[in-house]
């Protein structure tokens, strides 16, 4: 009985914590709040960073159990997929998308409109040629083409 009544009051005390991210705004998913996303594209290759915050009870929870629940929940913010974590903590996280973009041949690539699954405040999309900027969206729109950076190199060289 006391296994059950400790387990019971572990699970009321997640619920307190976990409750508060339930009233979220748009930029919120469970307990995180995104602040940015950049996707930098290098060929047919994304490397997404994530900058985000995290509730404050939600740090103990991430010391008992590890910080998977933390990866799932942020892969489904990003929606992509196949994407691989390359780093994460409290604060940022960073992933790698492989075949991102389409590849037309002589190095053009076709970076697709995308849509997230949260509101990103600040979204910054960089390509080897360009930066692009966009504020309170949950789309990155028209997609984008550009010139990937072996072809930039094999000129060059």
Not at 9 to 16: I, N, R, S, T, Y
Not at 20 to 41: H, K
Not at 70 to 94: C, W
Not at 127 to 137: A, C, E, F, G, H
């Amino acid at each position: 009985m006391g296994a059950r009544a400790a387990a019971f009051l572990c699970l009321f005390f997640v619920g307190l914590i976990i409750a508060p991210a339930i009233a979220a705004n748009d930029e919120r998913y469970g307990y995180i709040t995104v602040d940015s996303v950049q996707v930098q594209l290098m060929n047919d290759t994304a490397l997404v960073d994530v900058h985000y915050s995290v509730d404050e009870g939600t740090r103990l929870i991430f010391f008992l159990l590890g910080k998977q629940d933390l990866k799932n929940k942020l892969l489904k913010i990003l929606n992509y997929n196949d994407a691989q974590m390359q780093h994460i903590d409290l604060t940022d996280a960073e992933f790698v998308v492989n075949q991102v973009a389409y590849s037309y041949g002589d190095g053009i690539y076709w970076y697709p409109a995308h849509q997230f699954n949260v509101v990103i405040p600040k979204l910054t999309v960089i390509s080897p040629q360009v930066i692009r900027n966009y504020t309170n969206t949950n789309l990155f729109p028209d997609g984008m083409g550009y010139f990937g950076t072996s072809t930039i190199n094999e000129t060059s060289a």
